[in-house]
């Protein structure tokens, strides 16, 4: 199937690790032009040298901290700068999820949670819109996760901000129409950075991290009976961005190994 992505602009917040980083890897396989960012400049730096792509004009990495408008408006005009003044695809993947229960959620982590989930998507989409709007093809992806439809009372306020998160996808899908489709991936468990920073906090330090992934993905009873490889998301982010979409928008494609309980 060819998905169309030849010379495609295509940006992707927080590209320098996990589903990001694969979704780059992708994209500039099926032939795009790349930008991605995140906060951190080593880590970016990190994600250029295993992209491969030292060439300037396939790759574009910069700092950008999605939750800071100025930043995120000064990423656009460099992308528009690189990329020709327009873009194809804008991936908003940037972000983390916070475990903690009503209980133990204070009101400025709940303030943190809403702005991370929220505002990593309206600066992104507002700061690209112009943009977009110049292509042939426009499309957002955004990336979500299955606690939107299906809530867990240890994440609570994450998966109470991802609900409102696809609520407000469907206003913009409608809104955009004719012109920009906007579609979303609900994850599950996805093995990448924020599962690797919990299994070295781990408590019991002689298990192996095949046998605490094994027992996570059997305690989370995944049908698929592990967890997922960021590849897998990506593929399924590159599809929706891609023209092999064109008569999807307002949807959302799990990509959860099964784990998802909603018919
Ligand atoms: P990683 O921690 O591996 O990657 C997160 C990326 O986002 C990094 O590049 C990070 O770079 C960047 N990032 C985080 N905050 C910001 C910010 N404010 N501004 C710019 N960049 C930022 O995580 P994953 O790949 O696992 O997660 C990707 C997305 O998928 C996240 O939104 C996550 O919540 C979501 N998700 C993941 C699931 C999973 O099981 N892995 C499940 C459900 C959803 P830096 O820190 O340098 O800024």
């Known amino acids: ?104 959620t204070t009101d400025a982590q709940w303030r943190d949670e809403l702005e991370l989930k929220f505002f990593s998507q309206i600066l992104p989409i507002r700061a690209f819109l112009p943009l977009l709007e110049k292509s042939e093809w426009p499309a957002i992806v955004a990336v979500n996760s299955l606690l939107s439809i299906q809530p867990e009372p240890h994440m609570v306020c994450t998966s109470a901000a991802r609900a409102g998160v696809q609520n407000l996808l469907k206003s913009l899908a409608a809104e955009f129409a004719p012109r920009i489709r906007v579609n979303s991936v609900l994850l599950g468990l996805i093995d990448s950075g924020q599962w690797q920073r919990r299994y070295e906090a781990r408590t019991d330090k002689s298990q192996s991290r095949a046998q605490w992934m094994s027992e996570l993905a059997a305690d989370k009873k995944i049908p698929l009976g592990r967890l997922g490889d960021p590849d897998e998301p990506a593929r399924a982010i590159v599809f929706l961005g891609s023209r092999a979409a064109s008569y999807i928008t307002g949807a959302s494609l799990e990509v959860s190994g099964g784990v998802s309980r909603s018919i």
Do not use: H, Y
């Not at 980083?21 to 995140?38: E, H, Q």
């Not at 695809?89 to 916070?98: D, E, H, S, T, Y």
């Open 1 to 104: 199937m060819d998905l169309g992505l030849s010379n495609n602009i295509a940006v992707v917040t927080g590209g320098s690790s996990g589903i990001g980083l694969a979704t780059a890897r992708t994209l500039l396989a099926d032939g795009a032009r790349v930008a991605i960012c995140g906060r951190d400049a080593a880590r970016l730096a990190a994600a250029v040298e295993q992209l491969g792509t030292p060439n300037t004009e396939l790759l574009l990495a910069e700092c950008c901290d999605v939750l800071d408008r100025a930043q995120v408006d000064a990423f656009a005009r460099k992308v528009a700068q690189w990329g020709g003044e327009k873009v194809d695809l804008l991936v908003n993947n940037a972000g983390q999820g916070r475990v903690s229960t009503f209980g133990n």
